[in-house]
Structures are given as structure tokens and as C-alpha cells.
């Protein structure tokens, strides 16, 4: 089995179950569908819809969790054994901290449908969400709504992988980026910021910047990642590229794996950044390429404007 219906607050929606991520706890899920529930807003962990009844069986895993989650993603809390939801920026967390999370389900489509939902649940109190296996077991997840922009291309050693310029929501900032282009340089991991992808441009010096000549209006504020216009986020989500508009290391950073944020070192304090771009279509060779970074080391990169 790979998809499930999501139906929650009289509508339905489409989800894909994250068996290769997730092997163990997935397998779990899949076998214990249907399963229906009442899911409130969690008071600690922002936009985190926490099932307050216990509807999955006992689950053993080694999955490896995740400290962040991102709009759509359905997930086991190990610590209760019970299900949650994510609907926006959330971090699942008690009052001590976060707590570990292990990656379930994505929903696709329109995911700004859910989280009219999902901040609705505020208001309306306990809400039912049940999941139950697909009919339709052949056809993909629905894209996501599209965005209005010029593309561009992303090539990561031997994997390419296209994106649209978020050109309605960061429109200096995108303008910008699209005069610096084509780039080329080389990829490596963070160094304190999780699953997160940096971009080390060639004509950027020692610390491979590319810096921006931006409006502070866009590189100044932060408000949420799903509303009218976008600036700043603070959680990344993978599928994005974001800008850090830092004059010391400011440049492109990729989420192709999960979510995270980017933080200092030693300080800990986390840092926004102006999302720019979102992957489109296959991009799973790209992920690979991303996700064998650490071992593999550096890898070439190019940025390009793709032709209207």
C-alpha cells in the first residue's frame, strides 16, 4: 500500500506513506488502517494538530525521528505512541522540549486547504481526522497549488532538478538572485544547521557568498510561511531554496531532505531566511545527490535561468 485518504473536517485529502523513510513505524500504519481520531491544537508545538486518542497499536522502531516538521507531514510521536499532524510551522514539543518525531505520511495537493483547517481547530475544539488505504493505489499526489514565476535549473553532480522563482511572494529578492545567474560553484552540508544544503558560489571568495542587493523589507522581517506574501521563514521545508542574507555568508541554501533551521554553532539562535524557489516535478535524483553530501564531500553545482 502506498496512499492513504486523509479526510479531516469534511474534506479529503491525498497522502503519500513514507515507507522508505520510515520502513518500521510506516509498515506499522499501513497495516493498522483504517484509523480515525479526534485531533486538537497542541499548545506547546505551534501549527501540530496531536491525536488525543489512542488509535495506533504499540509500534517498535529504530526510524530515525525528526525535530522539525513541515506543512502535511504525519507522524508518530514516540513518546505517546499517538499520531499528529502538522499544518504549518510546527515543532512537535512538550513544556520540557522537542520531542521525537517519526515521519509517517506527506499529504499533497492544496496544503493551504489544511491549514485553514488546521487553524480552525483552535476555535472548534477536538476535530476527527481518520485515514483509510486509497482506492486509487496508481496515481501520484497531486502537485502543489503553482506559483507564478520564471524557472530555473539546479544541477547537483549528476542530478538537474527545475524550480520556480517565488516571484509573487520575494519579488526583490528573486529579481536579484536571477541577475547573478548562472552560478556555478560547489555544494556541501552546514556545519550547524541540519539536513540543509549550501551553496559555495565560485566568484564569491573564501566563504562562497552570494550576496543580494535587497530591500530590508524582504530580508528584514519574518511572518508566516503560508500567508499573503512570504518573507522570512524560520523553519525550512524541504522542496525550497531560501537566500541568507548575510553579508559575511550570505547565499543560496537547499532543503532537499527535511525540515530544519539554521542556526549558530555554539550560540544556538536561529536565523530566517528569504525563501526563493520551489523544487517542481521529480526531484528525488536531486534528494540523493543532497543526502550523500557528508560522505561523498563537496559536489559541483550550477544555477541557471532556464529560457520563458
Request: glycine content about 10%; some cysteine; overall charge neutral.
Amino acid at each position: 500500500m502506498r496512499y492513504v485518504d486523509v479526510e479531516f473536517a469534511g474534506e479529503s485529502f491525498r497522502a503519500e506513506i513514507l515507507t522508505e523513510r520510515s520502513p518500521a513505524a510506516a509498515a506499522a500504519f499501513a497495516r493498522a488502517l483504517p484509523l480515525e481520531g479526534r485531533v486538537i491544537q497542541d499548545c506547546w508545538g505551534r501549527d501540530i494538530l496531536p491525536f488525543i486518542d489512542d488509535v495506533m497499536p504499540p509500534v517498535a522502531t529504530t526510524d530515525r525521528p525528526v525535530y522539525y516538521q513541515h506543512p502535511g507531514l504525519v507522524m508518530l510521536d514516540q513518546s505517546s505512541n499517538r499520531l499528529a499532524a502538522c499544518f504549518g510551522i510546527g515543532r512537535l514539543q512538550d513544556a520540557r522540549g522537542p520531542l521525537p518525531a517519526v515521519p509517517l505520511a506527506q499529504i499533497g495537493g492544496d496544503l493551504l486547504a489544511f491549514e485553514r483547517l488546521g487553524r480552525a481547530v483552535q476555535f472548534n475544539g477536538a476535530t476527527r481526522m481518520r485515514f483509510r488505504a486509497s482506492a486509487d493505489q496508481a496515481s501520484p499526489l497531486p502537485p502543489p497549488p503553482p506559483i507564478r514565476g520564471r524557472r530555473i535549473a539546479i544541477t547537483l553532480g549528476p542530478a538537474r532538478a527545475e524550480a520556480t522563482l517565488m516571484e509573487d511572494t520575494s519579488p526583490q529578492t528573486t529579481a536579484a538572485l536571477a541577475d547573478r545567474l548562472p552560478a556555478e560553484g560547489r555544494a556541501t552540508n552546514t556545519i550547524s544547521s541540519g539536513p540543509l544544503t549550501r551553496f559555495w558560489n565560485a566568484a564569491g571568495g573564501v566563504e562562497g557568498t552570494t550576496l543580494l542587493e535587497v530591500d530590508a523589507k524582504e530580508t528584514g522581517r519574518h511572518i508566516q510561511a503560508h500567508g499573503d506574501r512570504v518573507y522570512q521563514q524560520i523553519v525550512l521545508f524541504p522542496g525550497y531554496v531560501y537566500y541568507f542574507p548575510s553579508p559575511q555568508w550570505g547565499g543560496i541554501r537547499i532543503c532537499a531532505l527535511e525540515a530544519t533551521v539554521m542556526r549558530g554553532p555554539v550560540s544556538g539562535g536561529s536565523t530566517a531566511l528569504v525563501p526563493v524557489a520551489r523544487l517542481e516535478g521529480d526531484w528525488s535524483a536531486f534528494r540523493a545527490q543532497a543526502a550523500g553530501i557528508q560522505v561523498d564531500g563537496a559536489k559541483p553545482m550550477r544555477i541557471e535561468l532556464l529560457a520563458p
